[in-house]
């Protein structure tokens, strides 16, 4: 067991600091649960988030919306970095009407078994996590001895909240739902400066100021992941080579999703084949410099299938090129195209899965890329997950 004592301002009294110590493919479980939340929050457990989408791992969150201090886009960025909807992630919104939702609870149970877990002061902000304010808590971890049956009493505690039987959680899986928060009035579209702590004004002797002791928020603090808050469609149709067929190009639009048509290509129609300026502004990578792209295959279940690097290349159409090994021994169609779908979830990461005529979604996603192209070729629209949710709302990806 440990106490974390923030007023020491040592490195190890960060809560972030601990969970950054933990190796990402070790987790096989993580649990959350806070009384006010922040993107920053999450870079300490960014690299165990990914890890876990890689192979479907279990990711659970339960999220005060006290005051309307939790926002929209916030929200938004932490469904598209759990890769939500998917099967193992479960998030719920806890609002109480004449009071507020407290706890800080954080708990990783491992491959082998043996289970982490802190309770204490800590918010799951950039000021909470990483120490900026002062903050003290327990840590306990099965490895040091500490009783088992008080981490499990610890994650049943968070695990109850999806029951179903509390009124006061709100399940949420997409930017939809979230939508329908900030309707009702429990969730804000506008970052309040109290989440960081102090307002840092004062009267008479001037105050000493607080900063992180370590630098962990910096990871995902202004990493654009999710559409915008206002929830405005910002669809961008992107020609063949690479120039937008609308005033919004994918490059300042935020968008995180890419629909696009496959062409055939010869008989090795298995790539995806992208001019330079999609493969620098969606899928985050100068081709010409060369490089890899990372590429989770998503099943019709939204499970992850097959995550591994993804050599691009220059083909001889100038375009740029990378292999979709999920459609591997796959004919191409003999009528109507192929569409594919790509997700980003970090800067040179993406879900995909490719649609068939015929498949589930294929019709919805032809009719919005004929409803949002106007240029020539291959017809590519870069959306938000919002959009894709109307167009599809059963879309795996």
């Not at 919104?93 to 082998?112: E, M, Q, W």
């Not at 899965?353 to 017809?379: C, Q």
Request: one cysteine or more; glycine letters at 10%.
């Amino acid at each position: 067991m440990h106490y974390l004592d923030g007023s020491t301002r040592n490195q190890t009294v960060a809560l972030g600091y601990w969970i950054d110590k933990e190796s990402p493919n070790d987790i096989s479980h993580l649990r959350m649960m806070s009384g006010y939340f922040e993107l920053g929050g999450l870079g300490a457990f960014h690299d165990i988030i990914l890890a876990l989408n890689s192979k479907g791992g279990n990711i659970d969150a339960v999220i005060g919306a006290n005051n309307k201090e939790t926002i929209e886009r916030d929200l938004n960025d932490y469904l598209a970095l759990v890769q939500s909807p998917r099967k193992g992630v479960r998030t719920a919104i806890a609002s109480y009407a004449n009071g507020l939702f407290h706890p800080k609870v954080y708990h990783l149970t491992r491959a082998d078994g043996s289970e982490l877990a802190y309770v204490g002061s800590a918010n799951l902000t950039n000021f909470g996590i990483n120490s900026g304010n002062i903050e003290a808590g327990l840590l306990l971890d099965t490895r040091s001895k500490d009783d088992s049956a008080v981490l499990s009493q610890i994650s049943a505690s968070i695990d109850i909240w999806f029951s179903g039987t509390n009124p006061a959680a709100t399940i949420i899986q997409s930017p939809l739902d979230v939508s329908s928060l900030v309707k009702n009035g429990i969730v804000g579209v506008k970052k309040k400066a109290t989440v960081n702590g102090g307002s840092g004004a004062s009267s008479g002797t001037k105050k000493p100021s607080l900063k992180p002791v370590v630098p962990l928020g910096k990871k995902l603090k202004k990493t654009p992941l999710s559409p915008n808050s206002s929830g405005a469609s910002k669809a961008a149709a992107v020609s063949s080579t690479g120039t937008p067929a609308t005033s919004t190009s994918v490059a300042t639009s935020g968008n995180e999703i890419l629909v696009a048509q496959i062409p055939k290509g010869g008989d090795r129609w298995n790539q995806g084949n992208f001019s330079l300026e999609i493969m620098k502004s969606f899928f985050g990578i100068n081709p010409t410099a060369g490089g890899t792209i990372t590429l989770h295959e998503i099943d019709s279940a939204g499970s992850v299938g097959k995550s591994e690097p993804t050599h691009v290349f220059q083909s001889k159409s100038h375009n740029y090129r990378f292999a979709l090994r999920s459609v591997n021994g796959q004919n191409y169609p003999t009528a109507g195209r192929p569409i594919a779908i790509f997700r980003r979830v970090a800067a040179t990461e993406h879900r995909y899965r490719v649609i068939f005529p015929g498949d589930a979604g294929h019709s919805a996603l032809e009719a919005f890329l004929n409803a949002n192209y106007t240029g020539r070729g291959m017809k590519r629209v870069a959306t938000t997950s919002a959009d894709l949710a109307t167009v599809w709302p059963a879309c795996p990806v």
